[in-house]
């Protein structure tokens, strides 16, 4: 066999060998799911028996069916997400911002409180703010009777008036250090001669940051805007513990719904369903904000 | 780094910038505390006069009835120990792939690394119900594996992406000096470029562990039995146990807490750079 023969079987079987690990996990946790739940969506299914086939029916009770609350739980992530993009995003820019400007043991120390909430388990916070959220012990409402505003106090995650708000504080709150410090990364990222450069022509620390850093860091934004949009979408934990999808299930999103489907009714076609409507949002949201930078850059 | 100091701000500004940092600080800060201190407290001080203070007796009987009774060292060890496994197989196997993408020259490569890529905008919530019903048809639920393999699976796209930008950096000349000594594909990957990946490890750990770590839909369909449960399922089974004593609580959630705050203290600068370095790599 010749010496190059010899080297492409190799190769040949390190490519498999190496890929193995990796393609079995990736195939049968997350691409044949996938396609299994595409397939069961068309099915009346209870999850043990064979099921019935009913092609798109599941999609369009998913849309028409008032009473499985789809459209709604939609609206509160969309909801979800517009906080994220024009509340959450902004803030952890300016942070990022500001921070980037200097590197002193003061940006250093603020950067790592900003980051902390980050590491803190979702759970954690749902519980924490819970307490919070108490109607007779919370600190909210203890805060409003110590200030008078007792004309304030809610009932905060059991009123359908506040109960979406409630959710969505903390969520805002505790991703804020995940973008700026991605955002960071971006502005340290920045060659220092472009700033003095646009500072010796005249320009303020914002115009530099307005003009210089923002365009130079786009790439990263695109990414947060994704991941804000998309985890919006995705959201489960906290609305598990602060209000279970209530009061009347006027705070589920889709995730809840699904594992409603699953376990209170038993209706895992349907699961399947928003399953798979999630997957298709996500990429479609995923391109549609992608397209939306790129216009900008035109 | 201060090379740009031609036109200052107004003070004004500064001072208002400051101000601006500090009170995001304290929002950012205060939960922790109020965390903390309720933790130590009994519900006569939590729902008397004091309940921001400090506690004024620190009743750390909290912490041995959350440890004891609500079991919150065994779910601390799950979630180490789920943790840990599902970082390690991740890691593995993204390495691996990678080498096969980035370091072999094959026609499909591209192709391969566009496939893993879709796994990053793949909801968790996209494979839990086919997977649900082959783990409970298959007696695999309530077990350690039944979250690492599935967390393992779900933190590879990234560890891809990141492990990528690493190995790109690695010079190619390193792999031709190996294949001249000798050395095959195997062994280049082993003696070579495993070791040289090292910061990557780092990197991809810290954006696996804030996956996995505080991973909760999967935890909670998938795990029903108490023995093997994370910390987020323990906490949500806890409260449910303690729903007027609030004391138990603040510390099942400071226990669950706090080691990973503390870790960060210390390596904070070495965290973030990790995550920077992610963030400029992918």
């Known amino acids: 066999m010749s010496e190059k023969k010899k080297r492409k079987i190799e190769e040949g079987l390190a490519i498999f060998v190496f890929l193995l690990p990796g393609l079995f996990l990736f195939i049968s946790i997350l691409i044949a799911p996938i396609a299994v739940s595409v397939y069961r969506s068309m099915f009346d299914w209870n999850g043990f028996s064979e099921g019935t086939f009913i092609g798109f029916d599941n999609y369009i009770e998913l849309f028409t069916n008032g009473s499985i609350k789809f459209v709604n739980s939609l609206k509160n992530s969309l909801i979800l997400a517009f906080f994220s993009v024009f509340v959450q995003l902004p803030l952890a820019l300016m942070l990022a911002l500001i921070l980037g400007r200097h590197e002193t043991r003061k940006e250093r120390t603020f950067l790592s409180i900003f980051f902390m909430p980050v590491l803190i388990s979702t759970v954690v916070i749902g519980q924490l703010w819970l307490k919070i959220y108490n109607p007779d012990y919370g600190l909210l409402n203890r805060f409003l009777d110590a200030v008078h505003l007792e004309s304030w106090k809610h009932v905060w995650v059991g009123d359908i008036k506040t109960a979406l708000g409630s959710i969505i504080v903390p969520t805002v709150w505790q991703y804020v250090g995940y973008h700026m410090l991605l955002m960071y990364a971006g502005v340290k990222g920045v060659d220092l001669d472009l700033r003095e450069a646009a500072m010796l022509d005249g320009a303020t620390k914002w115009q530099v940051d307005r003009y210089v850093v923002i365009p130079i860091i786009k790439p990263i934004l695109r990414v947060s805007v994704i991941f804000a949009v998309t985890g919006s979408l995705k959201t489960y934990d906290l609305v598990r513990i602060l209000t279970e999808g209530g009061p009347f299930q006027s705070t589920e999103v889709p995730s809840t719904l699904l594992e409603n489907m699953l376990f209170l009714r038993n209706r895992y076609g349907m699961g399947s369903t928003i399953s798979v409507m999630l997957i298709l949002l996500c990429f479609a949201f995923a391109l549609l904000i992608s397209a939306a930078f790129k216009e900008r850059d035109e | ?282």
């Open chain 2, 1 to 282: 780094m201060e090379s740009y100091t031609l036109k200052e701000e107004s003070p004004v500004i500064k001072v208002i910038i400051n101000i601006f940092l500090v009170i995001w600080a304290v929002i950012n800060l205060f939960p922790i505390y109020f965390m903390f201190t309720f933790s130590l407290k009994s519900n006569e001080e939590i729902f008397g006069e004091n309940i921001i203070g400090l506690p004024k007796h620190w009743l750390w009987s909290n912490y041995s009835s959350a440890l004891n009774t609500g079991n919150m060292a065994l779910y601390f060890f799950n979630s180490l120990l789920v943790t840990t496994l599902a970082i390690a197989i991740s890691i593995m196997a993204a390495m691996m792939a990678c080498y096969a993408i980035t370091r072999i020259k094959w026609k499909f490569s591209g192709l391969t690394n566009a496939f893993f890529m879709l796994g990053l905008t793949i909801p968790i919530q996209a494979s839990i119900v086919p997977v649900y019903v082959v783990m409970s048809k298959a007696h695999w639920l309530n077990k350690y594996s039944t979250l690492i393999v599935p967390y393992s699976a779900f933190a590879l796209s990234m560890a891809i992406l990141i492990c990528t930008g690493f190995m790109s950096e690695i010079p190619f000349a390193l792999d031709e000096a190996a294949r001249i000594d000798g050395c095959g594909l195997f062994g280049t990957f082993f003696k070579i470029i495993l070791p040289l990946m090292k910061p990557a490890v780092s990197t991809v750990g810290i954006y696996s562990y804030l996956q996995c770590w505080n991973e909760f839909m999967f935890a909670n369909v998938f795990i029903s039995d108490s023995k093997h449960r994370t910390l987020p399922v323990g906490i949500k089974a806890l409260s449910g146990q303690y729903t007027t004593d609030w004391g138990p609580i603040g510390a099942a959630l400071a226990i669950a807490t706090f080691p990973t705050l503390i870790v960060y203290l210390f390596l904070s600068r070495k965290i973030q750079a990790s995550f920077i370095a992610g963030a400029v790599k992918g």
